[in-house]
Nanobody
Framework: QVQLVESGGGLVQPGGSLRLSCVVS????????KGWYRQSPGKERELVAH???????TYADSVKGRFTISTDNAKNTMYLQMNSLKPEDTAVYYC????????????WGQGTQVTVSS
């Protein structure tokens, strides 16, 4: 069974940093780690950062210059380094990937809470 498990969230003061991790496990023949999304109460889920292996990355305007997405394909892991955090970054963060196990399917992690507050 395929699982995406996020970790690294928590409570941080404004201006602080966190590093989120997303580890993919299970029956995997191929994987395409795609990106990070976030959702705040009362708001729709939004794209934070997207990565295309060998091509590049894109970021939401609100996080450009502060967040960095990366992957370690050997470990089936995706990261989101978040610096200069702001209260408006408070949300549940989700990772997303396409995984091939007899067919391609899109998967989401369970989410990790990030709270930025003094």
């Amino acid at each position: 069974q395929v699982q995406l498990v996020e970790s690294g969230g928590g409570l941080v003061q404004p201006g602080g940093s966190l590093r989120l991790s997303c580890v993919v496990s299970g029956s995997i023949f191929a994987i395409n780690l795609k990106g990070w999304y976030r959702q705040s109460p009362g708001k729709e889920r939004e794209l934070v950062a997207h990565i295309i292996s060998g091509v590049g990355t894109t970021y939401a305007d609100s996080v450009k210059g502060r967040f960095t997405i990366s992957t370690d394909n050997a470990k089936n892991t995706m990261y989101l380094q978040m610096n200069s955090l702001k209260p408006e970054d408070t949300a549940v963060y989700y990772c997303n990937a396409d995984i091939y196990d007899r067919s391609w399917r899109n998967y989401w992690g369970q989410g990790t809470q990030v709270t930025v507050s003094s």
